[in-house]
């Protein structure tokens, strides 16, 4: 072998070794906080990222290198992308005063910042989902639920959220947060569940 192409091959191996990784993946947080994991498979097996911020880096030789990177250097290498990824899915709950569609007044002042969460999602999905607690029979408890559901409704169309984007339903009594006896007064049934995604 000549020396000239002894150096051609030198220069693109050092070129092709600090060229990094041919792919890098990396695990993010899940929005909703929940462990989450990937599989990373190449010809010379398997390797798992089951942290947030783990990265698998692929060699041209298909081996895979991991290393745990900070947020912030991930935020800057993929700042753009990141940016275009839609919020997740939310559960927001609003409870309600005894046999009225009037929210308590703890629900009433968090209304405010719900409305706001959801006007800075361009194209929110909504299902409003109303409840009740036991107090009365099981078919008004059904109007009830979705006398409730529907005020929110109102509310959220109010607030700017364009109703054509807001299914309502309503449970009744059948989905109690808090099992309680029937005829029982319970707060935290008492509630209409906003559901974004």
């Known amino acids: 072998m000549g020396p000239l192409i002894f150096i051609a091959c030198l220069v693109a191996a050092v070129a092709q070794h600090n060229a990094g990784p041919r792919e890098r993946i990396t695990l993010l947080p899940s929005q909703d906080g929940k462990p989450s994991a990937v599989v990373v498979a190449t ?55 005894t046999n009225t569609e009037d929210l308590v007044p703890e629900s009433a002042a968090r209304f405010a910042q719900i409305r706001d969460e959801l006007a800075q999602r361009p194209a929110p999905e909504v299902i409003v989902i109303g409840h009740t607690d036991r107090v009365d029979s099981m078919a008004y408890n059904d109007a009830l639920s979705l006398k409730r559901a529907e005020r929110v409704r109102q509310l959220l169309a109010e607030a700017g959220i364009p109703a054509d984007s807001i299914a309502v339903a309503g449970r009744g009594e059948r989905e109690p947060a808090v099992q309680t006896a029937d005829g029982k007064a319970e707060l935290r049934n008492r509630r209409v569940e906003i559901r974004v995604r």
Do not use: C, H, I
Not at 60 to 78: C, I, K, L, P
């Open 43 to 97: 010809a010379k097996g398997e390797t798992v990222l089951d942290q947030p911020y783990r990265s698998a880096q692929v060699g041209g030789n298909a081996s895979v290198a991991t290393v745990t990177e900070q947020e912030s250097t991930v935020r800057q290498r993929y700042g753009p992308l990141l940016a275009t990824l839609p919020k997740g899915a939310a559960v927001f709950t609003v409870y309600f005063e």
